[in-house]
């Protein structure tokens, strides 16, 4: 049986390999959080690379808070919008 070259399925395969790298992501922190959580019992979240992973991504994380201007933290989760249109503004990324 031959395979058909699928647009849809190539999105979808480029979304999964997106998925994962934010799930990567969100799971070093989430481990900080919650580290009793069933999943991180999984062998995955015990790897050393992993643990490389996640204290690289903590690390970077610290860097970029501490490089943050409090204000503009303020209005982000004050309103959004008006922080785009305020970001917009000011030329600020």
């Known amino acids: 049986m031959a395979v058909e070259p699928n647009i849809a ?5 480029t ?6 790298e ?3 992501q969100d799971a070093a922190r989430l481990r900080q959080e919650c580290p009793n ?3 991180f019992k999984n062998v995955l979240f015990n790897h050393p690379e992993f643990e490389l992973f996640a204290a690289a991504l903590i690390a970077a994380e610290k860097i970029l808070v501490a490089d943050e201007d409090p204000h ?3 209005i982000e989760k004050t309103i959004p919008a008006g922080s ?3 970001r917009t503004l000011t030329g600020v990324l």
């Open 37 to 39: 959580h069933p999943m």
């Open 15 to 20: 979304l999964l390999e997106k998925l994962r």
């Open 9 to 13: 399925a190539g999105g979808f395969i």
């Open 22 to 24: 934010v799930f990567l």
């Open 72 to 74: 503009l933290v303020a």
């Open 84 to 86: 785009d249109r305020l």
